[in-house]
């Protein structure tokens, strides 16, 4: 995907020209407070962004087929349709599956996003899973649209520290299996340091910083991204290792 | 209190959105028309609304004339004016008791939950259930014909819309932080209730007083028609209608000049309702 | 007993099912004690508990020594204080931050009892109104002239400062912090910490700061309790606790903290 001097307004402009490229198979962050543009830039990508705002400028291109998931799964679940119907759904239309090979194959996705008890959690409905679940269970749907990018919109923004360790895992062997391109969009420079190999920095609109992570976080040149990580509150090492 | 900083006071800001609101600005002023009108009824109109010409009934618009005369002669211009007066008069003085009473108890009710809630909502249903007008008709029919038995129907279930409304809106708030922290710093009840929370809803009772006001005028207007509201000879619109529709097809005036000072009024008042909404950010 | 809070044995039950079990914690005036939680351990109901607006199924709450009473007195209200997650819905749209520090101020005749006990010079109750709300903006680090402002003209942290100086207006003993921090931008999280940090420092406050983030607790508390499902499995000094968490869960919450790699100096 290469995003070139994107610019999006509604009575204001709110993204001043964003330039970001993601290669094949890389996992790129996209950091920012509230109001940073991060989320917006990821919406102008997939055609959606909210009403009242139009792109006025700029180009995106994506190789292959771009799909996306969001920090609060529960809005783009259908509350009425049961999980497993939902993921079926879309592997009929995309893939174009009978019926009973859809329900397989959202069985199949359900594995690949280590979702247990699958059989029973196919049959549930969205309010009666955990957040854990739901984030999962739109990854599946995600990758029912078989996506060579996947956009991440703070996807573990609102899950226990222990759900969203598990998430990042997911992440991350899913982008080893697959081949899969990320970006990830959190106001956490940390948890995208876990994840991501390069880190864009926005600020009102703006890309005020990019490059490697580990250089970025090493060696900041932007004073707004030092104070980004300046924020980042620190916490002693845990003796004994961190394995887990 | 410093008043060093830029801090612009709301209602300053609220004026500033208010002009730049159509409906508001067209509705105000189509109202202020109205009432300047039905205020200065006796010093503007050209002729007495109750003077009699019978040699010169049903007489078409004129310069004498602007709106004709009706059936007796008299002026039909004078009596909209005058009629006017008695039906802002009603509705707007049998408007005020409905909308203490229904924001006491919707605040209250709200506020207080539990069974207290449950029995208002209840009574409330039950009002629901009737038809509106099977209710004012009954209750004018018990108390007689008139100004009177408007003021006593409203009175019994004017109070409904507020209650329900402003019950739901005190609800939303009472889970809202601010109202739980002022409870948690040790304010009264009262003062949380009267204080807080009756200045968050007081836009919604306004804009619904809009509406309700609008409706009791068309309810005054539909038992003047039917003969059961303003008795004669005070100047109706509703009575002015009733007895000009015999003619409506040969002196359509008589009739339909008296139904558009309704309609005007009926849409000063909705535009300004609608305006104030959007003013407040209501939806 | 001994001074602050002091919870033994609480319990709170919904519903037939105890959603916090036998929970007991002391805070100590001057102290912030974390208690750190994933969702659904039942802290925010713990919070509530202490505040009083939830009954307890068991336990009880001494605050100083002396036990609270199911329904709490005004004054006993006034005593223990809550700052709430949301900035954006805990301050009244319509009133200046100076009138809502100013009401409370004048409901529990904070001025007149200064005054009284005041003998040299008092001025008159009005002025000391004035210059307490002026301090209580100084205590959260906010500007004075923040008082004749609306909660829309301020930012979430700033916000949020003001809901701390709202609970300080009262002169509790206790502040009771549900995820202070959770809703703000990151570069704001920390001045607010640092404001609850200065206060329990200066003013002597007991603070119970509440948050599912253990980078939060470590950055401002003295103790450390672990929620789990209701039950404290680990009460811990945070020396201790951040470097040697004695229960596996607190182990595997600490790991699971994204962390960043190294920094040069």
């Keep these: 995907m290469r995003i070139e001097g994107l610019r999006v307004a509604g009575e204001t402009e709110l993204l001043h020209g964003v330039s970001l490229a993601v290669g094949a198979g890389e996992a790129v962050g996209l950091v920012g407070e509230s109001g940073s543009g991060k989320s917006l830039t990821l919406r102008a990508v997939m055609g959606l962004l909210p009403r009242g705002l139009r792109v006025t400028g700029g180009t995106v291109e994506v190789d292959g087929r771009a799909a996306m998931i969001f920090q609060d799964p529960l809005t783009f679940l259908d509350p009425l349709v049961r999980v497993g119907d939902q993921v079926a759904e879309v592997c009929r239309v995309v893939a174009g599956l009978s019926r009973r090979a859809s329900r397989v194959r959202a069985l199949e996705l359900f594995a690949d996003v280590r979702l247990d008890d699958r059989a029973v959690l196919a049959r549930r409905y969205p309010h009666q899973l955990s957040g854990g679940q739901r984030q999962r269970v739109l990854l599946a749907l995600a990758l029912a649209q078989e996506p060579d990018l996947l956009l991440c919109d703070e996807p573990t923004t609102a899950l226990d520290v222990t759900v969203q360790r598990e998430v990042l895992d997911l992440l991350a062997s899913l982008r080893a299996e697959r081949g899969l391109s990320l970006v990830f969009v959190s106001h956490d420079l940390a948890v995208v340091a876990q994840l991501c190999d390069r880190v864009v920095v926005l600020r009102d609109g703006e890309v005020v910083e990019a490059g490697a992570t580990r250089d970025v976080v090493a060696r900041p040149h932007h004073p707004y991204t030092r104070r980004l990580l300046d924020a980042v509150l620190p916490l002693p090492a845990l003796a004994g290792g961190r394995d887990g | 209190m410093s008043t060093t900083t830029a801090a612009v006071r709301p209602s300053v800001r609220w004026l500033r959105r208010a002009r730049r609101t159509p409906a508001l600005v067209a509705g105000t002023a189509i109202l202020v028309v109205v009432g300047v009108v039905a205020v200065l009824a006796p010093v503007i109109a050209p002729y007495d609304p109750a003077s009699q010409d019978l040699g010169n009934g049903l007489a078409p618009p004129s310069a004498a004339h602007w709106f004709g005369t009706d059936q007796l002669g008299r002026d039909i211009l004078s009596r909209v004016m005058a009629a006017a007066a008695t039906d802002l008069r009603i509705a707007v003085l049998a408007a005020l008791v409905p909308l203490v009473v229904g924001v006491t108890i919707g605040l209250v009710s709200g506020y207080v939950g539990g069974w207290g809630d449950w029995l208002i909502g209840r009574v409330v249903d039950t009002f629901v259930a009737f038809p509106f007008y099977v209710l004012v008709i009954t209750v004018v029919f018990a108390a007689g014909a008139g100004e009177r038995g408007i003021y006593l129907a409203y009175a019994l279930v004017g109070w409904i819309t507020y209650a329900r409304v402003i019950r739901a809106r005190t609800r939303t708030l009472c889970r809202e932080g601010w109202v739980q922290a002022a409870r948690g710093g040790g304010l009264s009840h009262g003062r949380v209730l009267f204080g807080h929370l009756l200045p968050n809803v007081a836009p919604l009772a306004v804009v619904l007083l809009m509406t309700e006001i609008l409706l009791i005028m068309v309810a005054v207007v539909t038992l003047g028609y039917l003969g059961l509201g303003v008795q004669p000879p005070t100047p109706d619109w509703g009575t002015m209608i009733s007895d000009g529709q015999l003619f409506l097809t040969t002196r359509w005036w008589v009739p339909t000049l008296p139904g558009l000072a309704v309609v005007l009024t009926g849409v000063g008042l909705s535009l300004t309702g609608d305006g104030l909404a959007d003013v407040w950010r209501l939806r | ?265």
């Design chain 3, 1 to 265: 007993m001994a001074d602050g809070l002091e919870l033994t044995g609480v319990s709170v039950a919904y519903a037939g099912r105890r959603v916090v079990d036998d929970v007991s914690l002391q805070v100590r005036p001057g102290t912030i004690v974390g208690l750190v939680g994933e969702s659904g351990s039942g802290k925010t109901t713990l919070a509530r508990a202490v505040v009083g607006t939830v009954g307890l199924a068991g336990g009880t709450v001494h605050l100083d020594g002396t036990p609270l009473a199911r329904r709490r007195s005004r004054t006993e209200r006034r005593a223990v204080q809550l700052v709430q997650q949301d900035p954006y819905a805990s301050l009244n749209p319509l009133l200046t931050v100076g009138r809502v520090l100013d009401e409370l101020l004048r409901v529990h005749r904070l001025a007149e009892r200064r005054i009284a006990s005041d003998t040299a010079g008092a001025p008159d109750a009005g002025a000391w109104r004035r210059a307490r709300c002026a301090e209580l903006m100084g205590l959260v680090g906010l500007e004075a002239d923040t008082l004749g402002r609306y909660p829309r003209q301020l930012s979430g942290g700033q916000r949020q400062r003001v809901a701390i100086a709202r609970a300080l207006a009262v002169e509790p003993r206790i502040l009771v912090a549900d995820e202070p921090t959770s809703a703000l931008d990151v570069t704001v999280q920390r001045t607010v910490l640092d404001v609850l940090v200065g206060l329990s420092a200066r003013v002597g406050l007991g603070v119970l700061l509440i948050s599912h983030d253990l980078s939060v607790i470590h950055a401002a508390c003295d103790d450390v309790a672990v929620l789990r499902e209701g039950r404290i499995v680990e009460h811990a000094p945070a020396a201790r606790f951040f470097t040697h968490p004695s229960d596996p869960y607190s182990r595997r919450l600490l790991q699971a903290v994204p962390r960043l790699p190294e920094r040069a100096p």
